[in-house]
């Protein structure tokens, strides 16, 4: 009786412990397949202007009630996002958030300029897991800011990728889709974000209406071709007239100048130049010098994309190459009568045009600046220093 009883004992675990593995391996498998779309369940990941172009696509979608049934965002506070949930009663979450508050209501989780880490919890609380719309090429300008970077480069095109989110590392998750687009020769990084922007919808709402098969059939990123894009610091707009080309400075000018403009010194104190231009009359390829930097490289490269149009001053120039040293004269300033501007000679001795300029906490023309500072020194002071 009592070996019976033991026996029955051992046989009741074994069975218990059975069906728990059971129940959780279903439970597992029931998860990964359960998503009811179409139409999708979607939450949105977002903050500011660029993720407002996606949502306003999603939004509008949801109307029609033929691809979307739900939509609700999470965000965090007092952003353009938020705003625009509120306007459409969407349902809101603000970051952090948890698993369970989301779990079995959303198919999938689609991220546009967010910042934050979504964890691997919050991944898997979404049967088609996650995706993001990040503005580049990848694996080009992985990071926080590529567009800026793509511009402060030289990058003559960029584009958009929409990726499967991976948690803890950024922007490594397969290829679901990728969109590339040129960059003007003078396009701004500002202008180029509200490009991209709409372009990112629409590649965006392409992805929804190909659900789940673009999200199951993502490739790996290549491994070749991996640059970074990190955070920008105002830093980065100081010049070094000693080691920045004229068109490295305008490249730096048309990525940075909506955040940080340009920043050297007169004598001492800073100025802020605001808005310049290369002196593309002037402009010689024959003095961009050669260094074994790739940043040197690419910077040649930008130039001749650059020049491309042109061709009355380049075309001899572009044949062939004879690079000279850096110019010692780099960062002297000569005023143009007719223009009104000054011409500011860079390390390559090329110039660049500077129109106007803070100095002072006080903007002003470049007329003014020269009437009142350039024009009171001895013309062997006429010269902005790092």
């Not at 701004?188 to 098969?213: N, Q, W």
């Not at 059939?217 to 071709?225: L, M, R, S, W, Y």
């Not at 803070?358 to 002003?364: A, D």
């Amino acid at each position: 009786m009592k070996v019976f009883l033991i026996f029955s004992k051992v046989l009741n675990n074994s069975c218990s412990l059975l069906f728990k593995k059971f129940y959780s391996v279903e439970s597992k498998c029931t998860k990964v397949s359960l998503y009811k779309g179409p139409p999708w369940r979607i939450l949105f990941f977002g903050t500011d202007d660029f993720a407002l172009h996606s949502l306003k696509a999603l939004c509008a979608k949801l109307r029609t009630g033929t691809l979307i049934e739900s939509l609700g965002i999470v965000t965090k506070k007092g952003t353009l996002v938020e705003k625009f949930g509120e306007d459409e009663n969407l349902p809101s979450f603000v970051w952090p958030i948890k698993p369970v508050d989301i779990e079995n209501k959303y198919d999938i989780g689609m991220v546009v300029s967010f910042g934050k880490m979504i964890t691997n919890d919050v991944i898997m609380s979404f049967p088609l897991g996650c995706v993001n719309v990040h503005a580049s090429m990848l694996p080009r300008w992985r990071g926080a800011a590529p567009i800026i970077h793509a511009v402060m480069n030289g990058d003559t095109e960029t584009g958009i990728t929409i990726m499967r989110i991976h948690p803890h590392k950024f922007d490594v998750g397969e290829i679901v889709r990728q969109y590339r687009i040129p960059i003007e020769n003078d396009e701004t990084a500002s202008e180029l974000e509200i490009k991209l922007g709409k372009y990112g919808a629409h590649l965006l709402m392409d992805c929804v209406r190909d659900l789940p098969r673009c999200v199951q059939k993502a490739i790996p990123q290549p491994n070749e071709g991996v640059t970074y894009a990190p955070k920008i610091k105002s830093e980065m707009a100081i010049v070094y007239w000693d080691k920045m080309s004229a068109i490295k400075l305008y490249n730096m000018h048309r990525a940075l100048n909506h955040l940080y403009p340009l920043t050297t010194k007169w004598h001492g104190r800073k100025v802020k130049f605001t808005e310049i231009s290369i002196d593309k009359e002037n402009f010689n390829t024959n003095r961009i010098r050669r260094n074994d930097t790739k940043q040197d490289s690419d910077s040649r490269k930008s130039a001749l994309a650059f020049l491309n149009s042109n061709t009355e001053n380049t075309s001899e120039s572009l044949k062939s190459f004879s690079f000279n040293d850096v110019n010692n004269e780099a960062g002297v300033i000569v005023f143009d009568k007719k223009s009104k501007n000054l011409n500011v000679k860079c390390c390559d001795g090329n110039n660049i045009v500077v129109k106007r300029l803070k100095h002072l906490g006080k903007s002003m023309s470049a007329l003014d600046f020269y009437n009142g500072f350039v024009n009171k020194r001895p013309k062997d002071e006429w010269r902005f220093g790092s």
